[in-house]
Structures are given as C-alpha cells and as structure tokens.
C-alpha cells in the first residue's frame, strides 16, 4: 500500500476522528455522573484581573514557605537520600512522615502507629478510594446538604444515592436504613467535614458529633471525617475530632469505625498534593491495595519535603496563615454586615476559608453570579452544586483567602449592589 492509500484509509476510519466513534455509548454508566466541577471553571476567572474573585477557595500562594521548601528539595536531591527521592517506594507512604504524622495525631487524641498511616495524593484521593472501596452501585452515602462539592465528585463514579445527615440525630437509624433498602442498597458511610466546613464554615459542636457517632454504630456503619481545614482555627475552642471522639468510646484505634482525611494541602502546600488518612489497619490494608493498582505511591520527593518543612516549621507556618486568614475573615464579615440588604444571612465562621451565604427566596445564584460578573466583576461560587439533589438556588459560598482587606471590602460593597438589583 503506497503512503498516499494509507494516509486516505486512517484519514476516513471513523476511529481517527472526533465525530467517528460514539464515544459515550462506550463509556460506562457511571460516567453520566461524572460532571465538571463549577469551582474548577471559575477558577480560571483569577487570571483575569479585573475580576475580584471569592469563588476558588485556594490558599494564598503568597503565605506558600518557597524557601523552605527550596532547601528541603535541594537536600532531598543532593543529600545521601538523593537516590531514594526519585525512586519507587512503598504504597503506604514514606515512613518518616508517616512517623511525623502519628505525633500530630497524637497531639490531636488520636493514638495511632505508622500502621493506621496511609499517604494519599491529597485528601481528595482519599475520598476517591473511600467511595471505591465502601460503595456499590445503588448503595446510599449520608451527607451534609450541603456538602463539599469535590466529596460529591468523588462518590458520584461509584453510583451511591445520597440521603441527608442530620448532625441534631432528628432522623432513626430504622428511617435510614429502610430509605435505603427503598433505593435497592445499603446505607454504608456518613461523610462530615467537622471543622470550618467546606462551603459552609461551619463547625460541629462534639454534641453533633457524638450524635453522628451514635446514628452510624446503630447503623453500623463507617464515618469520613473530612479534616483539610482543621489546622485553621481563628476563634474558639478546639473541638476534638470525630476520630478522637470514637477511640474515646471504643477505647483504640482499632476498634473505632471513624476514618480521618487529612491534607497538608490548606496549610503548607497545595501543589504538592500530599494528605493521609488515618484509621484501623483493615481499612489502611485495603486502601494500600487500591493505591497500589491506581498510582503504586504518592510521589517520594514531595513526600520528603513535606516531612522535612513541617518537622521543622509546621506549627509557625499555621500560625502566619491563621493570622492572615483571620484578618480576612474579619473584613469579609464586616462588610457584608455594612453592605448586604435585608433579609440576606450569612454563616460567621470560626475558623477556615469560606462564608455561607443564604440569600431571600426566589434569588438563584447562578443567576446572580451571571450578573455580577457583567456588571460588577465579582466571583463567586453558585451554592446549588453543593447540594447532592439540586437545590440550594438562593445560596452562595464566598472565599476570603486569596482576597486583600481592600479587595474584600470592595467586592462586597459591588456583591451588595447585584443582591438590590436582583
């Protein structure tokens, strides 16, 4: 066959071409559910600089430790490890910040051992896993409504209905269950970010969580505790997590049902995508083998500088973001006092990155997010895509931690101004 002829038989194959093969009659079903994520989208308005943006809630880049950071992957490449950091390595994780880390849980009240250790590629692989391993199609998962949107990504691929946690334990473990058995499964996990919530900023009282604790050993059941914000508190007093809360009841680690996500990500460095999760050895001894078939491990290098930068500094570079963070927050919360009109609330959050924004019945957020960006140039993210069935129209999350005082009050003060004309 002449080049000509083979150029002309690849060029008309339906295979080689966008418009050949039905692409989505071969995908699986539970593709359908995969959907773009609207924080994702609008993170590409921070490249436009006349856009005041509260909507990708992304730590400042400018708190980020570049030094540190720089000397820790230059003595990680040129030290007596340097061979080590661009090697394999063991799918649970590198073992001396897995060390590192049963001392910071320790410090939490969670007493574990490198064991109940697992390094993930961030918190959100983690959630990726947990739905793999904990989710058949039609099974049920409890959430928050809302919930963080980037939770509802991950579980979505597994096919599961979701039903509502109600922290308050105004609902039976009998009620659930049979809504679930109603849905052809079972009620397998609760799902809660205890701590500055993502979108809400809320936190659990431990009453609610001792209440989330109880439903799920009527239910038997496992618990998700989503900690990526818990290292950022401004204001009040620290509330043990869930995690902590079950060794209390049950008396170990291993016998607790709770399973810790946590993530350097919100503290140290995004980028690097380095968290953890922490729990009984059956469920890290699982999670091992799904790691070990989807990435082998989480990168070496990035795992042996962030050991190396927070052995050294972890607990002085919280406390520079919380400082910053705290003074956002603060003027966020002021000018939507000053600038909001009546009958529009908001969450006062005690610690993370967001603000929750409840606006009058019959606003729609996405909506309103289309006219704030024609006519005021302000970001925000719609609050529907929070919501595991679709409602939640008349709600917005605002992120405060990429934004300056000045930047805060003038956003709000535009923001105020689309709300009155809505």
């Not at 007596?80 to 590198?94: C, H, I, P, T």
């Not at 570079?317 to 939507?336: G, N």
Request: some cysteine; hydrophobic content about 40%.
């Amino acid at each position: 066959m002449s080049t000509q002829s083979t150029l002309t038989a690849v060029e008309t194959d339906p295979r080689s071409s966008g418009d050949g093969l039905d692409w989505p009659a071969l995908f699986a079903t539970r593709a359908e559910r995969m959907k773009a994520s609207e924080i994702r989208e609008l993170l590409k308005l921070l490249d436009q600089p006349d856009v005041i943006s509260f909507a990708g809630g992304i730590p400042d880049p400018a708190l980020f430790p570049v030094e540190a950071f720089g000397a820790a992957l230059t003595a990680a490449l040129t030290g007596d490890s340097k061979g080590a950091a661009l090697q394999y390595s063991v799918s649970e994780g590198y073992r001396p910040l897995r060390d590192w880390l049963v001392t910071r849980m320790e410090s939490l009240g969670v007493a574990c051992t490198p064991d109940n250790i697992m390094i993930t590629s961030g918190s959100q692989q983690a959630l990726d896993y947990l739905g793999k391993l904990f989710l058949s199609e039609g099974d049920t998962a409890l959430v928050g409504w809302p919930t963080y949107l980037g939770a509802l990504q991950a579980f979505n691929a597994y096919e599961p209905h979701y039903d509502r946690l109600t922290p308050l334990g105004n609902r039976s473990a009998a009620d659930y269950r049979e809504a679930a058995r109603a849905q052809g499964g079972q009620v397998k996990f609760a799902y809660a970010s205890a701590d500055f919530a993502n979108p809400t900023g809320e936190t659990l009282p431990a009453s609610a969580r001792s209440s989330i604790l109880d439903l799920a050993t009527e239910l038997d059941i496992a618990v998700i505790e989503d900690a990526a914000y818990q290292s950022l508190r401004y204001d009040g007093e620290e509330v043990p997590p869930m995690l902590a809360l079950d060794i209390e009841r049950s008396g170990s680690i291993e016998a607790t049902r709770t399973i810790y996500c946590g993530s350097f990500s919100k503290t140290l460095a995004p980028g690097l995508r380095v968290g953890w999760v922490c729990a009984a050895k059956p469920v890290i001894s699982k999670l091992v083998l799904i790691k070990q078939a989807a990435d082998l491990h989480s990168a070496t290098l990035n795992q042996m500088a962030i050991h190396t930068v927070a052995s050294e500094g972890f607990e002085a570079q919280v406390e520079k973001i919380r400082a910053t963070y705290r003074a956002r927050r603060d003027a966020m919360l002021a000018a939507l006092a000053r600038h909001m009109p009546e009958g529009v609330s908001w969450t006062k959050p005690d610690g993370g990155m967001f603000v929750w924004v409840t606006l009058p019945e019959g606003f729609d957020g996405a909506a309103l997010l289309a006219e704030s960006l024609k006519t005021e140039r302000v970001a925000f993210v719609p609050g529907r895509a929070f919501f595991a069935d679709g409602s939640g129209a008349n709600t917005l999350r605002l992120s405060f931690s990429c934004a300056s005082e000045t930047m805060i009050e003038e956003g709000i003060k535009r923001l105020g101004r689309v709300v009155r004309g809505g």
